[in-house]
């Protein structure tokens, strides 16, 4: 027991030295933001109002509270600081490290092998992404609990071969509902674990042996089955708690998906795109196993698959499946390590499409971990054959999870800002629109305008019809002061694209820089109409009309409305607009609440340690004391 306990310790401990580095690592601006900087809620840390939204929130079309949760109590303590957040990260995959290796141990009793596939699955650099992308906080998270539930369900089931006494039977029932609660918290932590139930059926079948007939007997590797029975409907009915619960969630992830409309269509995403793409993403994952280089963060759906390539992929898939079926009876790890790998990559293998991704890293988190399991058991199961077979395996142990370090910390290296990321993500696929449009974002948050540009304008060559990559080309055109281009850019937008309100609101904001102001209202009362939320335009439209020096343009019951409006939706969390709001209050008439307003916005810019909007606020409060209004 002690030595398991070390080799645990030693474990996380190791691999959380693999992963330290993270605390110095920057935001990555490819959905980071969203949960950290740009989210009031999570910035706001543990308040009534975020621990509502943590539960009724959806995150880029996701729904996962416990994940949403966790954020927030990293914020209450450190705020947004990427660095912590990183850290938590990697302390959740230490301690999956050390889950995966106690649940193997107790069900299998071979140290030796479990803390071999426990060290290959965190230190592959398959794993980096996982941990080092703050927003996949949702990966580990679930994996911690799918852990959680796995080995409260093996107590059960080992339990129940002991003599059924009151107080085992209570632990057995408390066990049950343990291991049901776990399932839950992976879910809400990641919809991915709905394979969960599935693979309690594949431990019925190995290592736990409840799995026995006259021609079949599949126990664990020298160890007694932990009940034997014959298979039947009992091991399905007997979880069907979690069955319910894996239905339930594949309903709620489907309608939130649909909703938000990540999911690719099937008008535009056939049938067989989708079977070809999954076939090669099996084949893929099982080659970055074995050969885990040019990793990238964002993999390039291809334009077309080679009929010939996915025939011969499809035929290796099917060859490894008839092999571990004919190896059922001796070697059963092998059909379950395969059956865990085929069946708790479904979920994301590409047949349901969401986002643009042909493929991605964190998608093998779980996934792996049958196919190391069943490589790990047949070698061990032919190297015991051999005399000093410790000795004769240590060598290449040693070398294996030695060159999984040194690969996982160069990969981990890409990781500590956009740039670096993106850069690398260019140089293993350079067609990649989407590769060059992120490593943009990241020139452009460094303050390198003129490298963002250029990545901008190679992603509008190699996609010219997405349009989130036009806008950003045309807003940073506009920064950097290249006024007809920026224009003629969004009127093409426009043009293209005229029910999309975030093209009439950068236009507007364009027109109103060069002091084209009754253009600019135009197009923001355009913006609203077509989103009536649009915080920005409901800010920019209430300032011009309780500020603009012309009597016939002012409308200060209006301003107030929309300035209120937008100060609301952003739970007053913004400097500038609670400063619009002073100003409209001021149009309006209402001094009082003008000056209590801009006192809020100094507040808020002097605890924001913005000094510009301070100095702005503090004049614009004695003209508010002093009973006058504000004038652009």
């Known amino acids: 027991m002690r030595r398991n306990q070390f080799i645990a310790f030693a474990l996380a401990a190791i691999t959380l030295a693999l992963y330290w580095p993270v605390r110095g690592f920057d935001l990555v601006y490819w959905d980071d933001p969203q949960v950290l900087t740009d989210c009031p ?16 929130g959806v995150v880029i079309a996701n729904w996962h509270p416990v994940t949403n949760l966790s954020f927030l109590i990293v914020s209450q303590f450190f705020g947004t600081t990427p660095g912590a957040h990183h850290l938590v990260n990697a302390f959740i995959h230490a301690a999956n490290a050390a889950l995966l290796f106690w649940l193997l141990v107790q069900l299998t009793g071979a140290t030796g092998r479990s803390a071999l596939v426990a060290a290959i699955f965190a230190w592959h650099p398959l794993r980096v992404e996982s941990v080092a992308w703050i927003i996949e906080r949702k990966d580990v998270l679930c994996a911690f609990f799918f852990f959680l539930a796995l080995l409260a369900w093996a107590k059960r089931v080992m339990s129940d071969k002991l003599p059924v006494t009151r107080g085992r039977k209570f632990s057995s029932l408390v066990t049950h509902h343990s291991s049901l609660l776990f399932f839950a918290l992976a879910l809400l932590s990641k919809p991915m674990a709905v394979t969960l139930p599935f693979v309690l059926l594949l431990l019925d079948v190995w290592p736990l042996g409840r799995v026995a007939s006259g021609k079949l007997k599949l126990t664990n590797f020298g ?11 009992q091991l399905i009915t007997e979880k069907w708690p979690f069955f319910a619960l894996m239905l339930l969630f594949c309903g709620a992830t489907y309608f939130i998906q649909h909703n938000y409309a990540a999911m690719t269509p099937w008008e535009k995403l056939g049938l067989a795109p989708r079977v070809q793409n999954s076939i090669a993403g099996y084949v893929a994952y099982l080659g970055q196993l074995f050969w885990p280089v040019n990793l990238a963060a964002i993999y390039p759906y291809p334009k077309s698959f080679d009929p010939a390539q996915t025939a011969m992929k ?15 009876k001796r070697r059963p790890h092998l059909a379950v390590g395969w059956c865990w790998y085929l069946g708790t990559a479904l979920p994301v293998i590409g047949l349901v499409q969401v986002g643009e991704q042909s493929m991605a890293d964190r998608y093998t988190y779980l996934p792996l971990i049958g196919p190391v399991i069943a490589l790990v058991w047949t070698a061990a199961e032919f190297l015991k054959s051999t005399r000093r077979w410790k000795i004769i395996s240590a060598a290449p142990i040693i070398f294996i999870l030695s060159a999984l370090i040194i690969l996982s910390a160069r990969q981990l290296q890409c990781w500590r800002n956009t740039v670096e990321l993106f850069s690398h993500n260019v140089a293993v696929t350079p067609a990649n629109s989407s590769a060059h449009f992120t490593l943009g974002l990241g020139y452009e948050h460094a303050g390198d305008t003129n490298r963002a540009l250029i990545c901008y304008r190679v992603a509008k060559k190699i996609q010219p019809l997405d349009f989130q990559i036009r806008r950003n080309l045309a807003s940073l055109l506009g920064k950097a002061g290249h006024l007809a281009a920026a224009e003629t850019e969004y009127r093409s937008l426009v043009a293209d694209e005229p ?26 009362n355009e913006t609203l109409r077509l989103n009536p939320d649009a915080t920005d335009a409901l800010n920019n439209l209430a300032w011009a009309l309780a500020t603009d020096p012309r009597p016939e343009i002012r409308d200060g019951a209006r301003a ?4 209120q409006r937008a100060c609301e939706l952003t ?19 209402r001094f009082e609440a003008a000056v209590a307003a ?5 507040d808020l810019a002097a605890k924001n340690g913005d000094k510009d909007l301070l100095l702005r606020n503090r004049e614009l409060l004695e003209r508010y004391r002093a009973h006058q209004t504000a004038r652009e």
């Open 598 to 602: 801009a006192q809020t916005a100094c």
């Open 571 to 589: 739970h007053f969390s913004k400097t500038m607009f609670i400063g619009t709001l002073a100003a409209a209050l001021a149009e309006a008439g």
């Open 41 to 56: 809620e999570v910035a706001a840390g543990l308040t009534w109002a975020s621990f509502k939204w943590a539960w009724t």
């Open 560 to 563: 107030v409305s929309l300035a």
């Open 314 to 328: 499809a035929a290796l898939l099917l060859a490894i499946s008839a092999l571990v079926i004919l190896q059922l």
């Open 499 to 524: 029910t999309h309100f975030q093209n009439h609101l950068g236009l507007a904001g364009l027109l109103g820089a060069q002091g084209r102001v009754d253009e600019s209202m135009v197009e923001l």
């Open 223 to 233: 160890k007694p089955p932990a009940q034997p029975a014959t298979f039947n409907l």
